[in-house]
């Protein structure tokens, strides 16, 4: 039996990037004394309100058919929001809600690009952005994320990569693995790139909320002169600590929303009502746990910086959000896969690979910032041992 062209542009994509992952999770069922630190979910349960809201909304009989577009005092709520931290109108009809951020990503990117187009995206890349603008039959174009710019995006390097097939650039502020912001200023020049080249800028905004003390995040949606061109897409998952709830939505012009609306409803006819209760609540009320969660990643980053810093050859990049740090490892003499293996087998910590998030991470892993206190600090130590070991080998 044949499958269809989509199988074959997603075929090897996703499994062989969580293999460090996988294996540590096979060892720890083997009995293995391990700390992960491969996966970042939010370090706390999903506010009780929340949970209290949903349950009562299934109970009074919101499980029913939902708007297309989402429920509309959802969308009353997220127009509030927006306008609010924008500094601009906008209106429930620049909102359609999906079942979280990836499936918001998916939808729009299939709005904009199509066979033969080009999507730019940064390298290095949340796990998921290749397979979604390859399902579209759209070519990804990595831009190299430097750590010298602090692995923001620039405009000259996206410049370098323009080419007439060019429909999108894909931005994640704060990003996804480095936790870099981009600067208004930064936001300015690829706006005006977009605006030389008629291409759309999408903007994963997933850990807008989850900003570290000192930096400040700024969306393109506040950039008027490239507000029409500019999709936005998040969700309660990360702010809210309710990634299971898989509730989101894009936010964009009302043409386009409109534009997208049939495609929308074809694949799921708006998110479930009793879930979109909760959400108008999150989006109204604020979160009563994300302040907590900058505290502890926060101070978990400098620990981790500091203690490598001071005791080792391992470079930390200084996240300013979000659920990760960078450890560059290329004092060892390994490539970040080299290292996280080894670090799993011989000093009991699972990390992610830099390879796992593009080309550009080579001689880098990832850490999650969301592990409790205790555990983080054991995998300190063994982080620590472990780089030890290596330079006596090395000596």
């Known amino acids: 039996m044949k499958t269809t062209d989509v199988t074959t542009r997603l075929a090897g994509l996703g499994g062989a990037k969580w293999e460090i992952h996988l294996k540590a999770r096979a060892m720890a069922e083997a009995g293995a ?28 009989g919101r499980t029913g058919y939902s708007d297309g577009r ?4 959802l969308r009353r709520a997220l127009a509030a929001q927006y306008s609010s931290k924008i500094g601009r109108a906008f209106e429930p009809d620049n909102f359609l809600c999906f079942p979280g951020t990836q499936t ?42 430097r750590p010298e710019h602090g692995f923001r995006m620039q ?28 600067t208004p200023e930064d936001i300015a020049a690829i706006g005006k790139l977009a605006v030389e080249h008629d291409f759309w800028i999408i903007s994963d905004e997933v850990y807008a909320e989850l ?25 309660v998952s990360k702010s809210h600590a309710a990634p299971g709830f898989r509730s989101g939505w894009c936010v964009a012009s009302k043409g386009f929303c409109d534009a997208l609306l049939p495609f929308s409803e074809t694949m799921l006819f708006g998110n479930q009502p009793f879930i979109a209760d909760m959400t108008e609540q999150a ?23 500091d203690r490598l810093h001071a005791e080792t050859g391992l470079t930390v990049h200084r996240p300013e959000a979000g659920m990760f ?12 896969d080299a290292y996280a293996m080894d670090l799993l087998e011989n000093g009991g910590v699972a990390v ?20 409790e206190d205790a555990g983080f600090d054991k995998a300190l130590d063994r982080i620590v041992a472990h780089a030890a070991q290596k330079a006596q080998e090395v000596a």
């Open 155 to 182: 405009a000259e390097d996206i410049a370098a990569r323009i080419t007439p097939r060019t429909r999108a650039v894909l931005l994640t502020s704060p990003h996804n693995p480095t936790g870099s912001i981009l």
């Open 283 to 305: 989006v109204r009320e604020g979160s009563s746990v994300a302040a907590g969660m900058v505290s502890r990643f926060s101070a978990r980053a400098e620990r981790l910086a």
């Open 325 to 336: 740090a960078m450890i560059d490892v290329s004092a060892t003499g390994m490539d970040g």
């Open 352 to 371: 992610m690979p830099g390879s796992s998030f593009g080309e550009s991470l080579k001689t880098w892993v990832r850490v999650a910032l969301t592990i």
């Open 211 to 235: 900003v570290f003390d000192g930096a400040e995040f700024t969306s393109p949606l506040a950039q008027a002169d490239i507000a029409d061109r500019v999709i936005a897409v998040s969700s």
């Open 33 to 60: 004394d391990l700390v992960e630190m491969t996966i970042g979910e939010p370090d706390v349960p999903v506010p009780q309100a929340l949970l209290d809201t949903a349950a009562r909304a299934m109970q009074s």
């Open 70 to 73: 989402g429920e509309m005092n």
């Open 104 to 145: 918001a990503l998916f939808a729009v990117m299939t709005g904009v690009a199509q066979h033969g187009d080009e999507v730019l995206v940064g390298d290095p890349m949340y796990a998921t952005y290749e397979g979604v603008i390859r399902a579209t039959g759209a070519n990804m174009v990595p831009v190299p994320l």
